[in-house]
């Protein structure tokens, strides 16, 4: 199964790349459109769940290779600091490229993974 998330379609958008492979465990997927799935329950007092996500991402150019790891726990939770961080940096003229742009054209990308991490989202280059 082949699923195209809002983030591979704008990679293609400001970088060239031949190639773009996605995968994802279908389980959550699953879980989605299973109406016995419960709902999550909040595992502290933050509100967050205690479902973890991951994001892993390996960019090969020749022999070269780099990856990136990004995880934390909540996804849904991540959206609103992510949402307030881009909104804190356009407001503030902080934006690389004006207009309709994809988020990696606007920001420098790690300074604005950093700027969520460790509370929100834990980063690794590796």
């Known amino acids: ?3 195209s998330l809002a983030e591979t379609i ?5 970088l060239r790349t ?3 492979r996605v995968f994802m465990n279908l389980t959550p997927i699953a879980d989605l459109r299973n109406p016995d799935t419960p709902v999550p329950t909040a595992a502290d007092e933050s509100g967050r769940s ?4 991951l994001m892993d991402v390996i960019v090969r150019r020749g022999s070269e290779e780099r990856r990136i790891v990004a995880r934390g726990r909540d996804i849904y939770a ?4 992510i949402v307030v961080e881009a909104t804190q940096r356009v407001v503030n003229h902080l934006c ?6 994809a988020a990696g054209e606007a920001f420098d990308a790690q300074d604005f993974l950093n700027s969520l991490s460790p509370e929100h989202l834990v980063v690794e280059i590796l």
């Open 10 to 14: 704008t990679i293609s958008h400001h």
């Open 96 to 101: 690389k490229t004006p207009g309709v742009v």
């Open 78 to 81: 991540i959206s609103a600091p």
């Open 1 to 3: 199964m082949a699923l």
């Open 50 to 53: 205690s479902q973890i996500f």
């Open 18 to 20: 031949p190639e773009i």
